[in-house]
């Protein structure tokens, strides 16, 4: 499948303009390699045993603004999403254990909101579902490309990646200011969003939704932003 040179980014960072988002750098060989994986496996089980639902829904990060990072462009927006053929694309460039973890534990059919994150107004624009599951991310071991990862081995890959296709757009912008509202309000009454990712383990780009989580904020839709 063709593939955009723009792509998406790996893990992400603060949501604030012109702070790029930072990714895991490579690994080296051996020992340093095998300890920040198992690290990162601890972690996805930790999301397992607060009762979160790794295989239904998800929030996937992605810059809408142009970065070059090494002379390439990260940027892909939703737009750009729209713009591929048969509205697809492989979802590349995550340099981040537990959200290549997360990558790995995706469903053919599975929806993701896509989010816009590092630029002027973070938030929430559309859906999307996963159409491929789990393969080796060719961009590891491409050298001119910026997510080149010169200790991953071609038959013993890293770094995953899946295919996503364009649903929807929101029916209305979904920002993280408003997400954030309903989080703090949620932390003292018990709603829906009280443990959500996107806040507690605000720097991956790959995101683990509940079922609950999922549906409260397509509930947001079709109300006058708070």
């Not at 790794?54 to 992605?62: D, V």
């Not at 790995?104 to 896509?114: D, G, I, N, S, V």
């Not at 200011?177 to 003292?188: D, G």
């Amino acid at each position: 499948m063709p593939r955009p040179r723009k792509r998406p980014p790996g893990a992400a960072g603060p949501e604030k303009k012109g702070q790029s988002e930072k990714r895991t750098k490579s690994e080296n060989l051996g020992e340093a390699s095998a300890k920040v994986e198992n690290s990162s496996l601890q972690k996805t089980s930790a999301f397992k045993k607060c009762g979160r639902n790794l295989t239904n829904y998800w929030l996937m990060k992605s810059e809408p603004e142009s970065r070059l990072e090494k002379g390439v462009d990260v940027k892909f927006s939703i737009e750009d999403l729209k713009a591929q053929p048969k509205q697809t694309a492989c979802w590349d460039g995550v340099r981040n254990y537990q959200a290549r973890n997360f990558l790995r534990a995706m469903k053919l059919e599975e929806e993701a909101f896509f989010y816009h994150s590092n630029c002027k107004e973070p938030g929430i624009v559309g859906l999307m579902k996963i159409v491929k599951e789990a393969y080796p991310d060719h961009t590891q071991f491409e050298k001119n490309n910026p997510h080149y990862d010169p200790s991953s081995q071609e038959d013993n890959p890293k770094w995953s990646m899946v295919d996503v296709q364009f649903v929807r757009m929101m029916k209305r912008f979904i920002s993280l200011a408003e997400l954030k509202t309903y989080h703090q309000s949620h932390k003292a009454t018990g709603g829906p969003l009280k443990d959500m990712a996107l806040f507690t383990h605000q720097r991956l780009s790959i995101q683990p939704l509940t079922q609950e989580e999922f549906d409260f904020i397509l509930s947001l839709e079709e109300n006058e932003p708070s």
